[in-house]
C-alpha cells in the first residue's frame, strides 16, 4: 500500500506551490512597492551599500521561491490533468481553464525572472561593487536596470489576472459553453494579449511609450486590474 495516496502527493504539491508562491510574490511586491520607491529618494552612497549587501540576499530567495513555484505548479497541473482525464477533459472544464490560464501568466513571470530581471540585476550589482572600488562605472548598468525594472513592473502586472484565475479556478464558474471555436478563439486572443504584454517588457524603453504606465506603482496596479477585467471579459464573451 502506497504511503502517500494521490490527493496526498496533490496536497503536498499544492502547499509547497503556496509557501513558494508567497515568498515570490511578496519579494516581487517588496521590490516594486517599497525598495524602488526607497531608492529613487535615498542618496547614492546608501543605494550602492544596498544594491552590493541587500539586493542579491533578496534576489536569491526571489529566483529560487519563483524557480519551486513554477516546479511544483506544473507538476500540480499536469497530476490534475490526468486526474480528470486528460487534455480534452481537462479543457472542457471551468477549473482547467482558469487554472491554465493562471499558471501562463505564472510561467512568464518565471521566464522574466531568470531570463531577464536576474542577468541585468547582475550587471547593476557587479556595477555597484566595482564603484564602490573605485573602478569606473559600468555604462551598460543603467540601461540593464531600466530593462530589469519595466520586466519586473511587467510581472507585478501579470500577477494581479494570475492570482485571480488561481483563485478562480476553484471557485468562480467561468465556463458555460464549450464550443470548440469558441475556446480556440480563447486560446488565441489570450495568447497574443500575453505575448504583447511580454514584447513591451523585452523591448520598450523604461519611463517611455508603451512603458510608461508602468513608471508609477499607481499606473502598474491600474494595468494589472484592467488586464484582469479583459481577461474575465473574454471568458463572459466566449463562453
Known amino acids: 500500500m502506497a504511503l502517500v495516496s494521490s490527493d496526498g502527493w496533490l496536497f503536498l504539491l499544492r502547499w509547497i506551490h503556496f509557501l513558494a508562491g508567497i515568498a515570490w510574490i511578496g519579494l516581487l511586491y517588496y521590490f516594486n512597492f517599497v525598495q524602488t520607491p526607497f531608492f529613487a ?28 513555484t513554477f516546479l511544483s505548479g506544473w507538476l500540480y497541473l499536469l497530476h490534475r490533468v490526468g486526474q480528470l482525464g486528460g487534455v480534452r477533459d481537462f ?3 471551468s477549473y482547467g481553464w482558469a487554472i491554465f490560464l493562471g499558471g501562463a501568466l505564472g510561467s512568464f513571470m518565471w521566464a522574466n525572472v531568470w531570463f531577464v530581471i536576474w542577468p541585468k540585476q547582475k550587471i547593476v550589482i557587479q ?23 519595466v520586466a519586473s513592473r511587467t510581472n507585478v502586472v501579470f500577477s494581479i489576472p494570475m492570482l485571480f484565475y488561481m483563485g478562480a479556478a476553484s471557485h468562480l464558474n467561468l465556463v458555460q459553453t464549450l464550443s ?13 494579449i500575453i505575448l504583447l504584454i511580454q514584447a513591451n517588457a ?22 494589472g486590474f484592467i488586464l484582469t477585467a479583459i481577461f474575465y471579459l ?3 464573451i466566449l463562453f
Open 127 to 149: 556595477n555597484a561593487i566595482d564603484t564602490a572600488g573605485g573602478k569606473p562605472a559600468n555604462p551598460a548598468a543603467a540601461p540593464a536596470g531600466a530593462r530589469a525594472g
Open 91 to 93: 479543457f472542457a472544464t
Open 41 to 68: 529618494e535615498t542618496e547614492p552612497a546608501v543605494r550602492s551599500g544596498a544594491v552590493q549587501k541587500l539586493v542579491p540576499r533578496a534576489l536569491w530567495w526571489f529566483r529560487w521561491a519563483a524557480m519551486v
Open 180 to 192: 470548440p471555436g469558441r475556446k480556440v478563439a480563447m486560446a488565441v486572443i489570450s495568447a497574443v
Open 234 to 236: 473574454l471568458f463572459e
Open 202 to 223: 523585452l523591448y520598450a524603453t523604461a519611463g517611455q511609450g508603451t512603458a510608461k504606465p508602468l513608471a508609477t506603482v499607481k499606473g502598474t496596479l491600474w494595468a
